[in-house]
Structure formats: C-alpha cells, structure tokens
C-alpha cells in the first residue's frame, strides 16, 4: 500500500495549487458583482453583443467559450489513449460512472430539486452530461491520484463527449421524462441544435489543442511543451470563463439579484451530486480492489463536470440570459470548493486504507 501523507505534506500538495485555481470561487464571485455592476451602469452592452452573432450565440462570448476550452483540450495526452484499456476494470468502471451513472444521478436530482423550474432543471441535467476534461487533472494530482489514468480518462471522455452528448441530450430531456410520465412541453430545443453547439464549442477547441500537441511535441518536444507552453496557455482558459460570466451577469442581473433563492436551489442538488458521486465511486473502486491512486481517479473523475461546455452548450442552444445558462455558471462555483474539500477526504482516506493493511 501507498506510504502515509502527514498534514504538512498535504498543506504542500494544496500549494502547487496555482494562485488562478487555488481561488477560483474569489474570482467567480468578483465575476458576478463586475457584470451586475457593467448591467446596471451599461445598459447598452446588450445591443453591442449581439451586434455580431455565430449561429444564435454572440461572437464575443462565442470567442470568450473557445478560448476557455482551448488550453484544457491541449493538455490531454492523446498520444497515450491506446493504453488506456491497459486496467479494465477501470476503464469499464469509468465507463459506468461517467456515462451512465452521473447523468442518471443528476437527472434525478433535477427532478427532485427544480421540479417546478424547467429552466433550472434543463440546465443541471446539462451539466451532468458533460464529463469533466479540464480541473480534474489537478485535483487528482493533489489527492496523489493515478495521473498518467486520469489523462487517459479525460482523452477518452473528450471523444466520446463530441459524439454521444446530444443524443444523451435528447434522451434526458425528451425520452426519458416521456417514458416516466413527466412533462417535457416546457423543454425546447432540437437535437440539432444541441449538436451544433458541442461541435462548435468542443469538437473546434478538441480539433486545435490535439493539432497543438501533436506539432508542439514533435517540434519542440514534451519537456517545452509541458513545462513552457502549458503553463503560458492555461490561465486562458480562466480568462474566458471569467469574460463569460461577467457578460452573463451584465444581461441577466436583475433576474438574479431580484430571486436569490433561485441560486440557492441550483447549488443544493450540485452539493448533492458531488457527494454522492464521489463517495459511490471511491467506495466501487474499494470494493473492485484497485489501489488507492486508481481509486481517487475514479472518484474525481466521475464526480467532476465540464461546466465549460455546458456553459457552452446552454448559451449555444438558449441564449446567453437564460435560466439554463446560469445553472451552468453556478456549477464551478459550487464544484471548485466542494472538490478541494473532497481531496482532503481522499488523503484522509488514504491514510486509513494503509493503516487497515
């Protein structure tokens, strides 16, 4: 078994946390009060947004989307995904986890939650569609999780993402809620629409950082890339997450400063979710007998989400001021302390595994 973390390793660990990351939820917050406060004292940024429009979506927040999903997808290692099969008992577990499991999950708890807020409840299962590709990485590398696994694991959810997300779009918001009997005429949109969307706001982003990787490497080889050019390119993809919601706040504050309760109902089912499927996942790849790496790997990845894209997806399909789109900009400020606190969980957990052997 792993050797022990002492508390002051830990504390090291949580350091090499960037300072971008380390206070994400700070800067998500300063988001919000900036574009209530560009709304109130701007009202004609409205007009000037959607001067200029790719499909139904403005071209700067269109470009502000890009931008933040562009340096996650050229970090993945796409070089190695044919080694990913290497433990199958992982892969058919993050399989299940992932694509069958969380959506499910979420999809429940939407109903449970935000039954009477369409909007709201399209967004969450939205959001549990889209599997993490992007912060999982680090958290997985401060719970001393498997990276080289977790890499792998985020190339394989970024493919299959491109081609399974609209149709388990269609199937959570259309077939699924026919066949239990619960009403989907206050749900539109089209399939289409929704393929649109991720083939504009990932399979562009995807098809560059994989292009980006595979020239860097061979040019100027792994050792610049992973520690010269990622580092550069990676606080972009805050920058457009950060652009995004202040535009978002600026055309929709009145609608959020007005119901507050609305923002609270949206994080309880989240909390909800990153609990239990953290837990789930950590105690099935306990019981499946992996090591702890491998296990931490699982759970962080199956409990992470691609806000990015839903954001994407919601403000492509929706529209920027939409109930939807808000569900997606509440997520990472509800994931990011909620997982840091579950890595200090997986440490202890670690701890105790090794004692207990």
Not at 17 to 36: C, E, Q, T
Not at 65 to 91: F, G, H, I, Q, W
Not at 113 to 138: E, S
């Amino acid at each position: 078994m792993e050797p022990t973390t002492n508390p002051s390793q830990e504390r090291a660990l949580l350091k090499r946390l960037s300072f971008l990351d380390r206070f994400l939820p700070v800067w998500i917050l300063a988001a919000m009060v900036a574009g209530l406060l560009l709304g109130r004292f701007v009202p004609s940024v409205q007009g000037a947004l959607n001067s200029v429009k790719v499909g139904q979506t403005s071209l700067p927040i269109a470009l502000g989307l890009l931008l933040m999903m562009y340096p996650v997808l050229a970090k993945v290692n796409y070089e190695d995904m044919d080694r990913v099969t290497s433990d199958r008992r992982l892969l058919w577990l993050s399989l299940l986890l992932n694509w069958l499991i969380g959506p499910a999950l979420m999809f429940t708890l939407a109903w449970v939650f935000l039954a009477d807020q369409p909007a709201f409840r399209t967004g969450l299962i939205v959001i549990g569609l889209a599997r993490c590709i992007a912060m999982v990485l680090i958290w997985n590398d401060l719970a001393c999780g498997d990276g080289e696994a977790a890499a792998l694991l985020v190339a394989l959810n970024s493919v299959f993402q491109v081609f399974a997300y609209a149709l388990l779009g269609t199937f959570y918001l259309k077939i699924l809620p026919g066949w239990l009997g619960l009403s989907t005429q206050d749900v539109h949109f089209s399939t289409t629409e929704i393929t649109k969307a991720v083939l504009i706001f990932l399979g562009i982003p995807l098809l560059a950082g994989y292009l980006t990787r595979r020239i860097g490497l061979r040019v100027k080889g792994r050792e610049w890339y992973v520690r010269k050019f990622i580092p550069r390119i990676s606080p972009f993809a805050l920058y457009g997450l950060l652009f995004t919601i202040v535009v978002m706040f600026a055309l929709q504050g009145e609608a959020i400063t007005g119901n507050p309760i609305s923002v609270m109902r949206i994080a309880l089912p989240l909390l909800a979710y990153f609990a239990i499927m953290w837990s789930f996942s950590f105690f099935l790849g306990a019981r499946t007998h992996l090591d702890y790496p491998k296990i931490a790997t699982l759970a962080f990845t199956a409990a992470g989400n691609n806000f990015e894209l839903a954001i994407a997806v919601s403000i492509g399909v929706w529209g920027v001021t939409s109930g939807q789109a808000l569900a997606g900009v509440i997520g990472p400020l509800i994931e990011v302390p909620a997982l840091l606190a579950l890595v200090y969980v997986s440490l202890w957990l670690r701890r105790r595994l090794a004692t207990s052997h």
